[in-house]
């Protein structure tokens, strides 16, 4: 997967989960700095330097859809939003 490609798969998880990418990289302890030079193609990350960023990142990302699925998954049934017919 090329570089821009795999940061804009990380950009669209985020968006599903209501947040940026930025703030991803912030909560993973990333540099969305770099992530951004390399996505507009101001600079070119080692495979070793784009793996270790962008790792970390990925990592918080399925984190922070399985605290979503489990949240979502604990919710209590509430009553229905019509009465019955």
Not at 32 to 43: D, E, F, H, P, T
Not at 51 to 68: C, F, H, I, N, Q
């Amino acid at each position: 997967m090329q570089v821009a490609d795999r940061i804009s798969a990380l950009e669209r998880r985020a968006a599903t989960l209501n947040l940026t990418l930025w703030r991803v990289c912030q909560l993973a302890g990333a540099d969305y700095g770099n992530i951004s030079r390399w996505k507009r193609g101001l600079a070119s990350p080692t495979l070793r330097t784009f793996d270790g960023t962008l790792g970390p990142v990925e990592a918080k990302m399925d984190e922070l859809e399985s605290e979503m699925i489990a949240a979502l998954s604990e919710r209590p049934a509430g009553p229905p939003s019509r009465p019955a017919a």
